[in-house]
């Protein structure tokens, strides 16, 4: 991946760490008994410094175990250790592609005008994550109906988190039972059909219930993501020629030639993890920002124009969002400037998220995807595996 650059980091994680600041006070985690509480668990992290591999071992063989006790309480129907109802969990679609690596085919797909899935489990909570940009942009009062509706939902069905309410739409990191999930996402269909059906929820069932938020917080912000793009200068989504493609699409499309993909999450979440295309594949760029808003500016930068020329551009981000505004940029971009012309603009559908569901051993993606909310990153299952033979 190159040197480090050791600026550009640490701004990075400058920014990342006032997110994890504001995902704390969400969940109601102060910094004073965060310090403490760190404090008193200082001889335990010592202990798991020293040892990583052998704990991350470790928590990987608890997690086999819990899923082969599970197994066991579907095969005799007994109630699980903890006392609480038992349910069984629907086994998802497996196959394998052609380079032999599971693919859970179920993943793959967007709930967009579908059926939302039903729970796998019951246990811990379910985590939603979903935006919806609108156009034409809401009036200031279908905005404040938006907030009003999404606070009623949130009551109805105990769902808490956060999300951003802007004018051009929705996008939110939110936790519910698993039915109550269920009951929000179908809420918000029945109040707006033409918007919402539209929308892929990804639904993430048995979360540790400790990662559920303390409270629903919505912000009224100018951009859901901040290009600096707001208003007007938003290129349109509705003239947007790039395609989204599902996970396991996007996986056999990084394996063509003269073809580009572009990380356009921040430079520390590239360093932590970043999708590795295969030899005689897709060539990877990364911006290197140390934010969103400097992403226009790489773009339209000549030797970035000159290595999208005649190629097939990919693009990924954490969960879609950040990549609806930077394809219809280059979208744009490409209508406007005729030497600019390319082979077809992509984005997978659901971002990361969805392609490491779909490919629960990584597919491309080496190292941690990271995460806004208190899960903190997502590993696929051969990272703690290979962990283990440390």
């Avoid at 609108?134 to 279908?142: G, K, L, T």
């Avoid at 996970?247 to 932590?272: P, S």
Wanted: charged share 30%; with cysteine; proline share 6%.
């Amino acid at each position: 991946m190159g040197a480090v650059d050791t600026n550009n980091a640490s701004a990075a994680r400058e920014e990342t760490n006032a997110n994890d600041e504001d995902r704390r006070r969400a969940h109601g985690v102060l910094p004073g008994a965060e310090a403490r509480a760190s404090e008193a668990r200082t001889p335990i992290l010592r202990v798991r410094f020293v040892m990583a591999s052998v704990d991350d071992a470790r928590r990987f063989l608890i997690t086999v175990s819990k899923f082969a006790a599970a197994d066991s309480c579907h095969r005799t129907g007994e109630a699980p250790p903890t006392g609480e109802p038992h349910t069984r969990r629907p086994q998802p679609a497996m196959g394998r592609n052609t380079e032999g690596e599971k693919v859970v085919e179920a993943g793959a797909r967007s709930v967009a005008y579908k059926p939302l899935p039903p729970p796998t489990t019951t246990d811990g909570v379910t985590q939603i994550l979903f935006y919806q940009y609108v156009e034409p942009v809401w009036s200031a009062r279908r905005q404040k109906q938006a907030i009003a509706e999404f606070h009623r939902l949130a009551r109805e069905n105990d769902c808490t988190g956060r999300g951003r309410i802007a004018l051009e739409g929705v996008n939110c990191t939110l936790t519910a039972p698993a039915h109550g999930a269920r009951r929000f996402c179908q809420g918000l269909r029945d109040w707006d059909p033409d918007l919402f059906n539209d929308t892929d929820f990804k639904l993430t069932d048995g979360v540790p219930a400790e990662t559920k938020f303390k409270a629903l917080t919505l912000k009224n912000t100018q951009e859901l993501v901040a290009y600096g793009l707001g208003g007007e200068r938003a290129p349109l989504l509705k003239q947007n020629t790039a395609k989204h493609l599902e996970a396991d699409e996007y996986h056999e499309m990084l394996g063509d030639k003269d073809t580009v993909v572009i990380d356009v999450r921040n430079y520390y979440e590239t360093c932590i993890g970043r999708i590795e295309p295969p030899k005689g594949g897709a060539q990877f760029l990364d911006p290197q920002m140390r934010n969103s808003r400097e992403f226009p500016k790489w773009l339209n930068a000549p030797e970035t124009k000159e290595k999208l020329k005649g190629k097939k551009v990919m693009m990924y981000c954490t969960g879609g969002i950040r990549c609806e505004r930077a394809t219809a940029l280059l979208s744009q971009m490409e209508r406007a400037e005729d030497d600019l012309q390319t082979n077809g603009i992509y984005h997978v559908r659901g971002g990361i998220d969805r392609y490491l569901k779909t490919f629960p051993e990584g597919g491309y993606w080496k190292g941690r995807n990271y995460l806004f909310d208190l899960r903190g990153e997502q590993k696929p299952v051969r990272f703690f595996i290979s962990r283990m033979g440390n």
